[in-house]
Nanobody
Framework: QVQLVESGGGLVQPGGSLRLSCAASGRILDYYAIAWFRQAPGKEREGVSCISASDGMTYYADSMRGRFTISRDNAKNTLYLQMNSLKPEDTAVYYC????????????????????WGQGTQVTVSS
């Protein structure tokens, strides 16, 4: 059974930065793509970013590209999301999820090809 545990959320002012972490049980980052999603109150879950296991290729939702950076440390079994220039509309619960494939497909942001999810970490952007 895979476990994913997110951390690093909190309250930050607009324009600020946060780094989220997702600790995985076992060396899944070597074999499976892994992604970040978020869900704001009253809104649907949306894909934030995905990183492939095979070649480390990264993918971003348009609204996050240039502000967010996904990375991983396979030796530590940990996924990261560096978030800069945060906006109030970035307020959401952020989740990491393990893909059933080793790559991020064209449908990575749809959320349907993930076998395991973390419990989420709250990010609040407010002055």
């Amino acid at each position: 059974q895979v476990q994913l545990v997110e951390s690093g959320g909190g309250l930050v002012q607009p324009g600020g930065s946060l780094r989220l972490s997702c600790a995985a049980s076992g060396r899944i980052l070597d074999y499976y793509a892994i992604a970040w999603f978020r869900q704001a109150p009253g809104k649907e879950r949306e894909g934030v970013s995905c990183i492939s296991a095979s070649d480390g290729m990264t993918y971003y939702a348009d609204s996050m590209r240039g502000r967010f950076t996904i990375s991983r440390d396979n030796a530590k079994n940990t996924l990261y999301l560096q978030m800069n220039s945060l906006k109030p509309e970035d307020t959401a619960v952020y989740y990491c999820a393990m893909n059933k494939y080793y790559y991020c497909s064209d449908q990575w942001a749809g959320g349907l090809e993930y076998d395991y999810w973390g419990q989420g970490t709250q990010v609040t952007v407010s002055s």
